[in-house]
């Protein structure tokens, strides 16, 4: 069976960006939940209001090059994008983020991403 979902990203950004961010998530990925994307929040200790918001996705080629395009747009944004399907190609993702400072081609979890940015998850009810 063959899919369209070859890749899949790890993603974390500054809380005074997740509007912006995820207006552009709905205007260019996701059109029927794109606004609710960056909901899940991280903070120094994980508890008071959070200073950064994370997200984890599957993409398609097409999402990496948007992505792509976002990151330039958003360079405080960070990223990590891996091949997670046997049809996934790493040099297409090496071409697409080479150059872009803030994404990075290696895959990573959040807990580790999110330890490596003196950050934890919030406390929910």
């Not at 993603?11 to 912006?20: E, G, M, N, Q």
């Not at 939940?33 to 996705?57: K, W």
């Not at 599957?58 to 747009?73: C, S, W, Y």
């Amino acid at each position: 069976m063959t899919t369209e979902y070859k890749y899949r990203g790890t993603f974390l950004i500054p809380k005074s960006k997740k509007s912006a961010i995820n207006s552009q998530v709905k205007l260019n990925i996701d059109e029927d939940g794109g606004e609710n994307t960056f909901d899940v929040g991280a903070s120094s200790n994980g508890t008071g209001n959070p200073t950064h918001y994370y997200a984890c996705s599957a993409l398609t080629d097409e999402a990496i090059a948007t992505i792509a395009d976002m990151a330039v747009a958003f360079p405080s944004a960070k990223g990590w994008v891996w091949v997670d399907h046997s049809t996934g190609d790493i040099a297409s993702l090496n071409s697409a983020f080479g150059s872009i400072n803030n994404i990075e081609v290696e895959e990573k979890m959040i807990d580790d991403i999110l330890s490596e940015n003196n950050l934890q998850k919030m406390e929910t009810e």
